[in-house]
C-alpha cells in the first residue's frame, strides 16, 4: 500500500530531497485561513515556493467552511483567531462535522493564544498538526515538510479509513508494523483503534496490554479503557482512567470515559461529577455542555443544569453544533425551576429566558416550527408565573403552528406534549407521546425521556421498572426505613420526575424521616421540587385524598411550603 514512489515510510524527513517535497506539494490542492491579508498573502507565497501550485485564501471561519465544502483541499493551514465569527477550532470541528475535510486531508492549525480553553479546545480536535506564533520561514517549512512526509506515508491507510474499509486500513497498518516504518508507532495506535471499530476487542486488549507491558503510554491506556468499557470489565477501565488523570488531570477522554463508567453502573452523580470535571478543564464542547445539564436534570441539580444550558447556549454561537433546542431547553429548565417563586433571583432567570427566546426567533425566525416550539416554552413559562390567561393564547398559537407542519420534528412533538402536560391536557400529551414512542420503540434514550414527562411511564420497560422502584420504596417504607425509601423514590424520580404517586411517595417518606429527626433546609427543598411536579391535583384524581392528607403533615413541618408552591 504505497502512495508514493519513495518509500516515505523507511526515510527520514531530513533525508528526503527537497525536490521529492516540491512534487508532493505540486499535486496538492492548499488553503490558506487568516483574518490578516499580509499573513494570508505570506503563507500563500510560502506554500508556493514549496511547490503548490493551487491555493486558496479565506479571510474568516465561514468563507473557510464554505470553500470546503465546494473544494476538495489537501492541506488545509488555518490561524485559531479569525476574528469575528468562527475561530480556527469551529472550522476543523466544522468541517470534520459536514465530512468536507476527511482524514485524507491534511489540517494545521496556527495560534499565538495560550489560553487554557483554546490549547486543550483545540488539541481535543485533534489537528494533524499544532504551530505556535511566532514562527520563523524556515520553521514553518520544517514542521509543513514533516507533517505532508508523515500524512504520505500514511495516506493509503487513511483512505482506507475514510472508506469505511476498516479490514483494508488494518491490513495497511499490519503491513507497515511488519516493515520496520518509522511511523510504526502511529500504525499501532490505529490498529487498535481499527480493532474497536471492527468490534474485535478481545484482539484490541491484546494490543494494548502488549504495548502497556513495555511502557505505560497514555494513548494505550485509553485505548485500552475503552475497551474494556465495552467488554464489560468497568472497575479495571475505573482504575486506568485514574491512573491517567493521576498523572495529568487534563485528559479529557479520561474524565468522559469516567462519566460514561458511572451511568453504566447507574450512578448518574459520579457521572455528573466527571462530566463536570470536563466541562471546567476544556470548556468548548457544545455537546458535553449538554450532557452535563441531562445528568444534573436526572440528579436534581437544578443549579448545575441551568449553567450547563446556559454554557451551551454561549459555546454554541458559530459552532456547527449550535441548535434552537438549546435556547428552549434554557426557557423550559427555568420555567421548571422558578414556578411559584417570586424571589429577585427567579425573576432574573424569567428574564433571562425572555432574552433568550427573543434571540432564538432573530436566528431562527424563518422556521415555522422554530417559532412553534418558541410558544410551547413561553407557553410553559407563562404557566409557571402563574400568568393562565397567556399560557393559554401562546399555547393556542404553538398548536395551529404545530398542527400546520407536515412532518413535525421528535423535540416538537415532546415540546408540545410538555406544553398540554402544562395546561393540565396531559390524554392529549400521552397520546402524542404514545404514537413518537410507537415510532421509536428501539430508542431507549429517547423512551427514558416520554416516559419522564407525563404523571404515568408510557413504555412498557418504564412501567414496569416504575413498579419495581414503589415496590421497593414502600417496602423500606413499611419496614420504618425511611432514608432507605428516601434514597429509593428519589431514584425513581430520576427517570420519572413527572410521577404523581412517586412524588408522593417521596414526600411521604422525608415528612416521616423529618418527624423522628426535625426539618432540614434540604428536605423542604425536595418537597417543593415534588409538589411543583405534582401540579394542581383535580378532586377527582385517583390521588387526591392521599395528596390533600400529606400535604397537611408536611405544613406542620414546613409552615411557609405550601404558599411558595
Avoid at 488545509?76 to 462535522?97: A, H, M, P, S
Avoid at 468548548?284 to 437544578?302: F, G, M, P, Q, W
Avoid at 420526575?497 to 426535625?518: S, W
Wanted: charged fraction near 30%.
Amino acid at each position: 500500500m504505497k502512495a508514493h514512489t519513495l518509500d516515505l515510510g523507511q526515510i527520514s524527513p531530513d533525508d528526503v530531497k527537497q525536490i521529492d517535497i516540491v512534487k508532493i506539494f505540486s499535486n496538492k490542492k492548499c488553503l490558506v485561513a487568516d483574518d490578516f491579508p499580509e499573513i494570508r498573502g505570506s503563507l500563500k507565497r510560502s506554500l508556493r515556493s514549496y511547490g503548490a501550485e493551487h491555493v486558496d485564501t479565506a479571510a474568516d471561519g465561514t468563507e473557510a467552511v464554505k470553500l470546503c465544502s465546494t473544494n476538495k483541499y489537501d492541506i488545509v493551514i488555518c490561524d485559531y483567531n479569525l476574528g469575528t465569527g468562527k475561530d480556527g477550532q469551529q472550522v476543523l470541528e466544522e468541517v470534520r462535522f459536514l465530512r468536507v475535510l476527511l482524514m485524507t486531508s491534511l489540517f494545521v492549525l496556527l495560534t499565538g493564544e495560550q489560553s487554557r480553553e483554546m490549547v486543550l479546545g483545540a488539541l481535543e480536535c485533534q489537528p494533524d498538526d499544532y504551530i505556535t506564533k511566532p514562527y520563523t520561514e524556515q520553521s514553518l517549512k520544517s514542521r509543513l515538510n514533516r507533517a505532508i512526509i508523515r500524512h504520505e506515508a500514511l495516506i493509503s491507510i487513511k483512505q482506507a479509513i475514510a472508506d469505511g474499509n476498516y479490514r483494508k486500513a488494518l491490513e495497511g497498518c499490519n503491513e507497515m508494523i511488519a516493515s520496520g516504518s518509522r511511523y510504526a508507532k502511529d500504525c499501532i495506535k490505529m490498529k487498535g483503534q481499527l480493532l474497536f471499530l471492527l468490534r474485535e476487542l478481545k484482539e484490541a486488549k491484546s494490543l494494548y496490554e502488549s504495548i502497556l507491558g513495555k511502557r505505560p503510554m497514555v494513548w494505550a491506556k485509553l485505548g485500552l479503557g475503552k475497551t474494556l468499557v465495552e467488554l464489560g470489565d468497568l472497575e479495571t477501565a475505573e482504575d486506568l482512567m485514574e491512573e491517567v488523570l493521576q498523572e495529568d488531570e487534563r485528559y479529557i477522554e479520561a474524565h468522559d470515559m469516567l462519566a460514561e463508567i458511572n451511568v453504566k453502573r447507574n450512578d448518574m452523580l459520579g457521572a455528573q461529577k466527571a462530566m463536570e470535571r470536563a466541562t471546567h478543564i476544556s470548556p468548548k464542547s457544545v455537546t458535553r455542555h449538554r450532557e452535563l445539564a441531562e445528568l444534573a436534570d436526572i440528579n436534581h441539580d437544578d443549579d448545575v443544569s441551568l449553567k450547563a444550558h446556559q454554557s451551551a447556549i454561549k459555546w454554541g454561537n458559530n459552532s456547527c453544533h449550535e441548535s434552537a433546542q438549546d435556547y428552549f431547553n434554557f426557557v423550559r429548565k427555568v420555567a421548571d425551576t422558578t414556578k411559584g417563586d417570586k424571589s429577585t433571583e427567579s425573576k432574573q432567570l424569567i428574564k433571562q429566558a425572555n432574552t433568550f427566546l427573543d434571540r432564538a426567533r432573530k436566528r431562527y425566525g424563518n422556521s415555522p416550527e422554530v417559532e412553534a416550539q418558541a410558544l410551547m416554552v413561553e407557553s410553559q413559562l407563562a404557566v409557571s408565573m402563574g400568568n393562565k390567561d397567556k399560557a393559554k393564547t401562546m399555547a393556542d398559537k404553538a398548536t395551529k403552528l404545530y398542527n400546520n407542519v407536515r412532518a413535525p420534528s421528535v423535540n416538537s412533538s415532546l415540546e408540545f406534549a410538555r406544553t398540554l402536560y402544562a395546561m393540565d391536557e396531559e390524554e392529549q400529551a400521552r397520546a402524542i407521546l404514545t404514537s413518537v414512542a410507537a415510532s421509536n420503540p428501539k430508542d431507549k434514550k429517547l423512551l427514558r425521556i416520554i416516559d419522564g414527562i407525563t404523571g404515568e411511564p408510557i413504555s412498557d420497560e418504564g412501567k414496569g421498572q416504575a413498579a419495581k422502584l414503589t415496590k421497593s420504596g414502600i417496602n423500606a417504607y413499611d419496614e420504618k426505613d425511611f432514608e432507605a425509601a428516601i434514597e429509593v423514590f428519589n431514584q425513581a424520580l430520576a427517570s420519572y420526575p413527572k410521577h404523581i404517586g412517586l412524588n408522593l411517595n417521596l414526600v411521604q417518606a422525608i415528612t416521616a424521616f423529618d418527624e423522628e429527626n426535625g426539618a432540614t433546609h434540604q428536605h423542604e427543598k425536595v418537597c417543593r421540587r415534588c409538589l411543583r411536579a405534582i401540579g394542581d391535583l383535580k378532586s377527582d384524581h385517583k390521588q387526591f385524598k392521599r395528596y390533600a392528607y400529606i400535604q397537611k403533615q408536611l405544613s406542620k413541618l414546613y409552615p411557609n411550603l405550601l404558599a411558595s408552591i
